[in-house]
């Protein structure tokens, strides 16, 4: 997946947030602008906190156990406050981590160089840079 040192130009959340398509941009002159889409799919929850200037370092799979021992905290705020976490069960981290894995979810991290740090537990990632460039 090509991420490395691209901007983020925006995302996009769909499918009533079950979908996250994020959309990059590399375009340091005099290079020709090269774009990068990617889809998170099968979303069980995320965060992303950015501002302007992002510029991606990388997206990383790590451990469903890190991404909850780092945000369990904030998960556990997110589910019992607001709701809409497909697999939540009474803020038991353990059977939550076990219900997840058993459905295939994996977790990734967002780093950044500049302005945005995030995660995604999802389904899946997939580079989809071929359905938003037209071929000649």
Known sequence: MRC???????YEVREFGA????????????????????????????HFVHS???IIFGIDEVSLSQILDQHWENILHWA????????WD????????????????KAWEISSSIGF???VIAKSI????DQFTQTA
Do not use: C
């Not at 398509?21 to 995320?46: K, M, N």
């Open 4 to 10: 490395h040192d691209f901007h983020l130009r925006g």
């Open 19 to 46: 979908e996250i398509i994020l959309h990059l941009v590399d375009d340091y002159p005099p290079r020709p602008a090269e774009e990068s889409h990617i889809r998170f799919a099968g979303i069980e929850v995320y």
């Open 52 to 54: 302007g200037g992002t």
């Open 80 to 87: 019992t406050g607001r709701g809409g976490v497909p697999h």
């Open 90 to 105: 009474h803020d038991d981290r353990t059977s939550y981590q076990t219900k997840l894995e058993e459905d295939g979810y």
């Open 117 to 119: 740090e995030g995660f």
């Open 126 to 129: 997939e580079d989809i840079t």
